[in-house]
Each structure stands twice: as C-alpha cells, then as structure tokens.
T-cell receptor, first 114, second 112 residues
C-alpha cells in the first residue's frame, strides 16, 4: 500500500492568485497523478507526473495553468495558477502501488476561490 | 468520448437489504475494472477489482460483462457503514498506466 499526505488540506484564495499543493508519498513511486473532483462530478485526471521528465497533461489542462514539479520519487507539487472561481474543487494526488493497478489517493486539497 | 456511466442514485435502503449498482463503459478496449468507495469528504479507496469471471469479497459481489460493456456491484445484507458513494472505474490502458476513467458515482444511504 501507499500512504499519501497532501498540504494544505484546504484553502480559500482570491482570484488571480496561485496556490501550490504538495503531495508526499511514504515510499518511492514511479508515477504520480493529479486529479480534480468538482462538486457532484467524477474525478478527472489533470496530469501524470514522472520523476525526471515533464508531466503529461490530459486534454483540457495545460502546463501554464497547472505547473507540476516532481523533484524525486516521493514528492510532487501541483500549482493552480491565476485562479478563478471555476477552479474551486478538490485536488487529489495519487499513485500506483501494491505491484499492480491499485491506485491510492491522498486526502485531497479543498480549494475555494472567491 | 470515452465515458463511464453509472446509476444516478441515490439509493436509500434499510439495513439488511440487498442493493445492486450498475455501470456501463463506452471503450470496448478497456482493460481492467474496479469499484472504489468514497466516503463523504474523503478520498476514494479501492473496494474491489472486477474480474471477467466475477468475484466475491464477503458481502460484495462484482461482475463484468465485456460483450455488453457492463459492470455491476451487489451488496448483500447492507450495513449502516456501507453508506458511501460507489465509483465505477475503468482502466483503459491496463497494467500500470494508471489511465483511470471514473464514473460520477452512486450514492448509497443505509438506514436503520
């Protein structure tokens, strides 16, 4: 299994500002993922972050808006840039563990943009 | 567009009831399938994988019909602690690619 922590757990931000979310895994992992879950919606993959290479973004998400860092095998950050109220959501970090396909999630960061 | 569709819910059932959730997926090339559970204001957690032959884990039974692109989850003898949102999840690439497609979830509320 994998234990994942995220900081901050929640934040209220003003539009136009940026927030960086940190994700820490208790073991070394190859792939880390960033998801968004808007109210009443399913989880949507933002990007996949591999250590030593640039993140791979899904359709509808761009690096300028959601820059990602992956400095080592246990840590990643997601920045939500130039925020607007539409960015209000839960942001979840996850990784694969258990040798197969089990995906573990962090507790999420609840973001409210005013 | 690749989608995973679930029963809209919510399902409100008494303790001890049997409840079934259905899910359909649009991508016939999907490789693997899962049910995740998400408690209120918590992260999703894997409930069980879904195998072609069907599989059971205690009170939970999952079934897959590849021909119909249909997945189901059956919960027998519902407990109050089963109250949660159940997410149907499809991995389109298989293996460790992690390209999970999530349904919107079906909310279950088990009442005393």
């Amino acid at each position: 299994s994998a234990v994942i922590s995220q900081k901050p757990s929640r934040d209220i931000c003003q539009r136009g500002t940026s927030l960086t979310i940190q994700c820490q895994v208790d073991s070394q992992v190859t792939m880390m993922f960033w998801y968004r879950q808007q109210p009443g919606q399913s989880l949507t993959l933002i990007a996949t972050a591999n250590q030593g290479s640039e993140a791979t973004y899904e359709s509808g998400f761009v690096i300028d808006k959601f820059p990602i860092s992956r400095p080592n095998l246990t840590f990643s950050t997601l920045t939500v840039s130039n925020m607007s109220p539409e960015d209000s959501s839960i942001y979840l970090c996850s990784t694969l563990a258990g040798g197969m396909e089990t995906q573990y999630f962090g507790p999420g960061t609840r973001l409210l943009v005013l | 567009r690749k989608e995973v569709e679930q029963d809209p819910g919510p399902f409100n059932v008494p303790e001890g009831a049997t409840v079934a959730f259905n899910c359909t997926y649009s991508n016939s090339a999907s490789q693997s399938f899962f049910w995740y559970r998400q408690d209120c204001r918590k992260e999703p957690k894997l409930l069980m994988s879904v195998y072609s032959s069907g599989n059971e884990d205690g009170r939970f039974t999952a079934q897959l019909n590849r021909a119909s692109q249909y997945i189901s989850l059956l919960i027998r003898d519902s407990k109050l602690s089963d109250s949660a949102t159940y997410l149907c999840v499809v991995n389109e690439l298989g293996g460790s690619q992690g390209n999970l497609i999530f349904g919107k979830g079906t909310k279950l509320s088990v009442k005393p």
